[in-house]
């Protein structure tokens, strides 16, 4: 597969489940990203590594932890969760030579918490 | 605090019939402005990249530009198939390399 690939596309969990996503990049970039889109908001930027390093946080509960094991990999751990957080999650990627603000999507994975 | 606002939120327009969707942002400091396009059940998909006032890029039937406040995407004579969700978002100078502040969008709907 080509780009950026996520799975599952879609997820239903209770809120005392535990489930993970993952994306995976086969573009040979360094820099990766999880996003949450909500309904009716702007995309919100939730983690970045980069050389798997974590670069940012911005703020997320700990509900949501990531985890970056190779520049291809991304994970996203999700546990106790609340209906909020309802919404697309998206991964993406950029080369260090965009300035990391080309960056490049993968297809989301929708999650429903109920 | 980065701000970008987008309007209109929605533009229903005839094929053939051209138009521009607007971005407006508050920043410190510009580093870059970022145009991008969402297909419904789809990543966001990179489109252009702004670095200053009066840069402008082309791409078919799309133009971006660029002042010191806002952004314009113009589309001439559009087709159905540039129907799509258009995101501008902002990076800043002397933030965070890796941050993109993005608006809500604007949803292109273009009539056959």
């Known amino acids: 597969e080509t780009g950026v690939t996520q799975t599952p596309r879609h997820l239903v969990m209770g809120m005392t489940n535990k489930k993970s996503l993952k994306c995976e990049q086969h573009?040979?970039?360094?820099?990766m990203y999880w996003y949450k889109q909500s309904a009716k908001k702007p995309l919100e930027l939730m983690f970045v590594?980069?050389?798997?390093?974590?670069?940012e946080n911005n703020s997320v509960p700990s509900r949501f932890s990531p985890e970056c094991p190779n520049s291809s990999h991304l994970f996203l751990h999700l546990h106790t969760l609340q209906p909020e957080d309802s919404a697309l999650y998206l991964c993406?990627?950029?080369?260090?030579?965009?300035?990391?603000?080309?960056?490049?999507f993968g297809p989301g994975t929708r999650l429903t918490v109920l | 605090e980065d701000q970008v606002t987008q309007s209109p939120e929605a533009l229903r327009l005839q094929e053939g019939e051209s138009s521009s969707l607007n971005c407006s942002y508050t920043v410190s400091g510009l580093r870059g402005l970022f145009w991008y396009r969402q297909d419904p059940g789809k990543g966001p998909e990179f489109l252009f990249t702004?670095?200053?006032a009066g840069e402008e890029k082309e791409k078919e039937r799309l133009k971006a530009t660029l002042t010191k406040k806002e952004s314009f995407l113009h589309i001439t004579a559009p087709k159905p198939e540039d129907s799509a969700t258009y995101l501008c978002?902002?990076?800043?100078?002397?933030?965070?390399?890796?941050?993109?502040?993005f608006g809500k969008g604007t949803l292109l709907t273009v009539n056959p």
């Open positions: 702004l670095y200053s």
């Open positions: 573009l040979g970039h360094n820099a």
């Open positions: 993406a990627s950029s080369p260090p030579a965009s300035g990391f603000g080309e960056q490049f």
């Open positions: 978002a902002v990076q800043a100078s002397g933030g965070s390399n890796y941050k993109l502040t």
């Open positions: 590594y980069n050389f798997k390093e974590q670069t």
